[in-house]
Protein backbone atom coordinates (compact mmCIF):
# COMPACT_ATOMS: atom_id res chain seq x y z
CA UNK A 1 0.00 0.00 0.00
CA UNK A 2 2.82 2.24 0.95
CA UNK A 3 4.95 1.24 -2.64
CA UNK A 4 3.33 3.66 -4.47
CA UNK A 5 4.52 6.87 -2.26
CA UNK A 6 7.80 5.23 -1.76
CA UNK A 7 8.43 5.39 -5.56
CA UNK A 8 7.02 8.94 -5.89
CA UNK A 9 9.06 10.33 -3.25
CA UNK A 10 12.62 8.36 -5.01
CA UNK A 11 11.69 9.61 -8.31
CA UNK A 12 11.19 12.92 -6.14
CA UNK A 13 14.70 12.94 -4.94
CA UNK A 14 16.02 11.51 -8.16
CA UNK A 15 14.59 15.06 -10.17
CA UNK A 16 16.11 17.59 -7.76
CA UNK A 17 19.40 16.02 -7.71
CA UNK A 18 19.23 16.03 -11.44
CA UNK A 19 18.04 19.42 -11.13
CA UNK A 20 20.79 20.52 -8.40
CA UNK A 21 23.48 19.06 -11.04
CA UNK A 22 22.66 21.33 -13.60
CA UNK A 23 22.46 24.12 -11.67
CA UNK A 24 26.00 23.38 -10.68
CA UNK A 25 27.01 23.45 -14.32
CA UNK A 26 25.00 26.74 -15.26
CA UNK A 27 27.38 27.77 -12.45
CA UNK A 28 30.51 26.14 -13.49
CA UNK A 29 29.63 27.89 -17.14
CA UNK A 30 29.13 31.39 -15.88
CA UNK A 31 32.47 31.41 -13.91
CA UNK A 32 34.61 30.08 -17.04
CA UNK A 33 32.83 32.43 -19.69
CA UNK A 34 33.62 35.43 -17.04
CA UNK A 35 36.73 34.29 -16.80
CA UNK A 36 37.96 34.05 -20.75
CA UNK A 37 35.69 37.11 -20.86
CA UNK A 38 37.73 39.22 -18.78
CA UNK A 39 41.48 39.01 -20.32
CA UNK A 40 39.74 38.46 -24.12
CA UNK A 41 39.52 41.53 -26.49
CA UNK A 42 36.15 40.11 -27.88
CA UNK A 43 34.41 39.42 -24.28
CA UNK A 44 30.57 38.59 -26.07
CA UNK A 45 33.04 35.76 -28.26
CA UNK A 46 34.73 34.83 -25.33
CA UNK A 47 31.86 34.03 -23.04
CA UNK A 48 29.72 32.07 -25.61
CA UNK A 49 32.96 29.79 -26.44
CA UNK A 50 33.59 29.15 -22.73
CA UNK A 51 29.96 28.69 -22.03
CA UNK A 52 30.01 26.22 -24.98
CA UNK A 53 32.48 24.18 -22.75
CA UNK A 54 29.32 22.44 -20.45
CA UNK A 55 28.55 19.81 -23.30
CA UNK A 56 25.97 18.12 -20.96
CA UNK A 57 23.54 20.50 -21.09
CA UNK A 58 21.26 21.62 -23.82
CA UNK A 59 21.78 25.37 -25.70
CA UNK A 60 22.96 28.11 -23.04
CA UNK A 61 21.54 31.71 -22.89
CA UNK A 62 24.66 34.07 -22.45
CA UNK A 63 24.69 37.47 -22.12
CA UNK A 64 27.56 39.49 -21.53
CA UNK A 65 28.27 43.52 -20.02
CA UNK A 66 30.80 45.47 -19.68
CA UNK A 67 30.57 48.20 -17.52
CA UNK A 68 33.85 50.17 -17.38
CA UNK A 69 36.60 47.84 -16.06
CA UNK A 70 34.21 45.19 -14.81
CA UNK A 71 32.81 42.17 -16.69
CA UNK A 72 29.38 40.59 -15.79
CA UNK A 73 28.45 37.31 -17.58
CA UNK A 74 24.64 35.88 -17.22
CA UNK A 75 24.02 32.26 -18.25
CA UNK A 76 20.34 31.05 -18.39
CA UNK A 77 19.04 27.27 -19.09
CA UNK A 78 15.93 25.84 -19.21
CA UNK A 79 16.17 22.26 -17.38
CA UNK A 80 13.76 19.72 -18.71
CA UNK A 81 12.24 17.85 -16.19
CA UNK A 82 11.73 14.67 -17.37
CA UNK A 83 12.04 11.89 -14.87
CA UNK A 84 9.08 9.81 -14.82
CA UNK A 85 5.46 11.09 -12.96
CA UNK A 86 7.15 13.51 -11.10
CA UNK A 87 8.73 15.32 -14.16
CA UNK A 88 5.77 16.12 -15.57
CA UNK A 89 3.87 17.19 -12.36
CA UNK A 90 6.74 19.87 -11.28
CA UNK A 91 7.34 21.04 -15.25
CA UNK A 92 10.34 22.85 -16.84
CA UNK A 93 12.84 24.78 -14.35
CA UNK A 94 15.14 27.47 -15.69
CA UNK A 95 18.35 27.63 -14.27
CA UNK A 96 20.08 31.02 -13.60
CA UNK A 97 23.85 31.91 -12.69
CA UNK A 98 25.49 35.10 -13.01
CA UNK A 99 29.41 36.15 -12.52
CA UNK A 100 31.39 39.25 -12.43
CA UNK A 101 35.25 39.55 -12.61
CA UNK A 102 37.66 42.36 -13.46
CA UNK A 103 37.65 43.15 -17.20
CA UNK A 104 41.68 43.52 -18.20
CA UNK A 105 41.78 42.94 -22.01
CA UNK A 106 44.92 42.22 -23.66
CA UNK A 107 46.98 45.25 -24.75
CA UNK A 108 47.21 45.31 -29.15
Known amino acids: ?8 FVLGVLQVALVARDQLAV ?6 AARAA ?3 ADPAGAA ?4 SRVTELGPLDVSVSVAGDVVRV ?3 YTNPTDVAIVGAA ?6 DA ?8 PSP
Open 98 to 105: TATMAFDP
Open 38 to 40: SVS
Open 1 to 8: MAMPLVVV
Open 90 to 95: IGDVTL
Open 27 to 32: ELAARE
Open 48 to 51: TAAA
Open 74 to 76: RVS
